[in-house]
Every structure is written in C-alpha cells, then in structure tokens.
C-alpha cells in the first residue's frame, strides 16, 4: 500500500504552503527482465505516468496520470529538462526504489495558482495592500489592434482585451489562470498574462501559435475579456430529455498519445434519436454502422447526477452507459463520425470493470476532446475483467457542439451492474429479486443495467 510521506523541504520550497491531497509513496516493483512495466513522459514536473502494465504489478498508487516526482529521495521536480530528468531517474531506478507520486492535475493547478501570485500584480488581495484600482471611465471601449512579433523562430502575440483584466472578481481570475495554464499545456505554447498592460502574450513556433490563437480568442470571450462573434455564444440553458443543463467552460487534461485515424469512408447516419423504443432484432447497437440507441436515462443525486443504462446484453448495457456519459456534456445529433478512439480498462469485479472504462473515456476525452456520439465493445470478459472500447466520433467543437454539462470524474458511490440473476455493488454480489429498491424487478427486453454517479 501507498504512505502519507511527509511534505519534503524541496517541495515545500517550490510550494509553500500548499496543502497537497494527492501526495503519496510506493516502491517501484521491476521484473526478472529488469523493466518496471511503464510508460513515461518527461515534463518539467517530474515523469508523467501514461500506462502501467499488468507485470510485473505495481503499487495501485503508480497509475496513470500520477507524476513522479522523485525517486530514491532525489527530486526530478525542479530540474528543467529532460536529459537532466532521465539521468536522475536512471541513477534511481532499481527494484524497492521509492517513488514519491501526485497526482497530475493537482501539481499543475498548484503550479499555475503559484505562478499566478507570483507574476500577477492584480491577483493580489485587498486584504494583502494591494487592491487592485478601481475601474477607470477613461478605458477604452474598443479593442486595440493585437502586437505580433517574431524573435528568430519564437513568435508572441499580444492579444489585448476589451475587458480589463483587474476587473474580474477573485474566483473568475483563479478560474482564468488555470484555464490558461491547461490551454498552454494543451497546446504547446506558453503564455504570459500581463495585468498591467491589460494583455496576453501567446510565444511559440509560429505553427503552433496559429493553431492556439484561434481556441485562445474562444478562451477569452468566454470569461469576456474579448467581444463575443454572434449572440449565439452566450451561455445558454439547454433541456435534454427532460434534463436542464447549463453550458460550462470546457476544460482540458492531461496530453496522451493521439487518437486512432479517423473514419474516413464513415457517413454519419440520419438516424435521429429513438428515446426509449426497443432496438430491432438485426441492429448493431454498438456498432458504427448500426441504428443508434439511445437506451439511458438521467436521474437526479444531490449535486451530482446518475447515469442509467440498460441493454439486451452486457456490452449493450456498457456502450449505452458510455454513450450517456458524452450525451450528458453535449447533443449527440450534432456530433459527426470523424474519427475515432480506442480504450482498454481492467477491474478486480464487474463493477470496478465499468468505472474503468469510463474512467478511460473521461481521460480521453479531456487529452483528445473526441465525442463519442457511438461507443462498440470490442471485447467484454466478465470472468477475467477486461474490456475494449471503441468511441466514434469527432473533436469537440464550441462552434458546432452545444455545451452540457462537464463531468468531472467518475465514482464508485452507488455503481450497481445487474443481470437477470446478480446485483453486484462496491459491496459485492447478491442474488437479484424483485423488490422497491432501484434495479430490483428486470426490465422487460432489457435484462442488464448499470447506474453510474458522475461528479459534475
């Protein structure tokens, strides 16, 4: 099992303060080839994990989407690039070394919260003596022309604002900066937010500038710091099914590697959605050419929501879960089939087995930004507890796709699979029988079902 080390002083030095969540330590298991069974990805933090293979088996606690941030007492923290990192780990790396781990998304919020305190003037609180001035009438109302200048293959755009920076409150800045941070990550590119010059500077190669600028201008009209193109833009209440769903700003994760190619020969089918009718006896539910299902419902949970599935089969009732999750976020009729993404996930029970895979999808989604207006299983072992998924559909598109509601992680809490005769929970299995409880008769034509409570 994973410590609760202690805070080191180096990352108390280059954190102060910051209470850490993730903050973990595990020992590094090798096999008789002398791997450990991962793949890793430098980054000025530490080593990101990407995957961890099944051998030689490591600690639950070193999984993807942690960062190693130290290894044998050694800090990989800090150190700048990536030769550096290699050599510091490779001086490290053996069997029972101490690997000492946080999660991804919690260093990189820590890390642009403190870069934010640190370089922003206006972020600074009244209570700390440096309020930030009061509105000028004099500001001008229109939007100055943006600077772009090139210093050998390093280009910088000055996006200007029409929207003073200092004017946004104390939650919409925190918001901003890390909404930044993660676009930076995303894209490549580095930004730098200059508060007293009311601007954004945007560097990098002129080829990933390009690209950046154009989701950098959406960025900014969100938070309304840049005039919005069409009053189409404006957040909207959306009614789905029955369901009300507020547009968000869509956030981004962690990069992974890139998606499978795309469909090319695919055509998206005019079929609309079927609500609640029975699929035809020769459809292909899961498939990408076969009618669309749309076999879920939403059910209210304080705060959060619970996605319900069902299915003549249990790939039918996993692939109707997977597809509710991405309905959920925004309207699959809008979605085209562009591409695709593939998954795998593992489980110590049939429950555990589901959160993975949606786990999986939650994570690509925030690296590819793909929705998935079709989901196939590719493969379903319930007795060794594996599965493989395929996603059709295309990248996320504020243009073209409506904005639901964001999920923000997956959770065990109140996971039921049942089957005709099984009702398997975090508790364990039990034979299935009719009563009040939620799932408890069969549902007619559709004997599996799964319920899912998503953190929004």
């Known amino acids: 099992m994973a410590a609760e080390p202690l805070v080191p002083h180096w990352l108390e030095a280059h954190y102060p303060g910051h209470k850490w969540q993730s903050l973990r330590s595990c020992a590094l298991r090798l096999g008789a080839d002398g791997g450990a069974g991962l793949e890793l990805e430098a980054c000025e933090l530490g080593y990101l994990v990407d995957l961890v293979d099944e051998k030689p088996g490591q600690d639950p606690a070193l999984k993807p989407g942690s960062v190693v941030v130290a290894i044998g007492g050694s800090p990989l923290l800090g150190l700048g690039g990536e030769d550096a990192i290699k050599e510091v780990f490779g001086a490290g790396f053996q069997d029972g070394a101490e690997l000492l781990l946080l999660d991804a998304e919690e260093l990189r919020s820590a890390t642009v919260e403190r870069d934010s305190q640190e370089e922003c003037p206006c972020a600074e609180l009244p209570d700390g003596g440096n309020a930030p001035p009061e509105p000028s009438s004099e500001r001008a109302s229109s939007v100055p022309d943006d600077e772009v200048t090139e210093h050998g293959r390093i280009v910088q755009v000055s996006l200007r604002s029409s929207r003073w920076l200092e004017d946004l409150t104390a939650d919409e800045r925190q918001a901003f900066v890390r909404d930044l941070g993660l676009f930076a990550e995303k894209m490549g590119v580095r930004t730098e937010l200059h508060c007293t010059e009311n601007a954004l500077v945007l560097a990098g190669i002129p080829e990933e500038v390009s690209v950046a600028r154009a989701e950098l201008e959406e960025l900014l009209r969100f938070y309304g710091l840049r005039p919005r193109a069409t009053q189409d833009q404006e957040m909207t209440v959306l009614e789905v099914d029955g369901m009300l769903m507020k547009s968000m700003p869509a956030r981004n994760r962690r990069r992974r590697k890139a998606p499978e190619a795309g469909l090319a020969d695919l055509e998206a089918s005019d079929t609309r959605d079927r609500g609640w009718e029975h699929p035809s006896e020769d459809s292909n539910p899961a498939g990408p050419t076969g009618e669309e299902l749309r076999q879920y419902e939403y059910m209210d949970h ?87 998924a395929r996603g059709h559909g295309e990248k996320f598109d504020l243009k073209k796709h409506p904005q639901g509601t964001e999920i923000k992680a997956i959770t065990m809490h109140q996971m039921k699979v049942l089957t005709p005769d099984t009702l398997t929970t975090e508790e364990g299995t039990v034979p299935r029988i009719s009563s009040s409880m939620e799932g408890g008769s069969v549902r007619e034509g559709f004997p599996f079902e799964c319920y899912v409570l998503v953190d929004i």
């Open 302 to 388: 304080t705060a959060d929501v619970i996605l319900h599935s069902w299915g003549r089969t249990l790939e039918e009732a996993f692939a109707q879960a997977c597809v509710s999750f991405f309905s959920y976020m925004t309207e699959l009729d809008t979605v085209d089939l562009k591409t695709s993404v593939q998954v795998e996930a593992t489980g110590h029970d049939i429950t555990d087995l589901l959160y993975h895979l949606l786990d999986e999808f939650l994570f690509s989604f925030g690296t590819e930004f793909v929705i998935c207006r079709r989901v196939e299983i590719l493969e379903l072992d319930p007795v060794g507890l594996r599965v493989r």
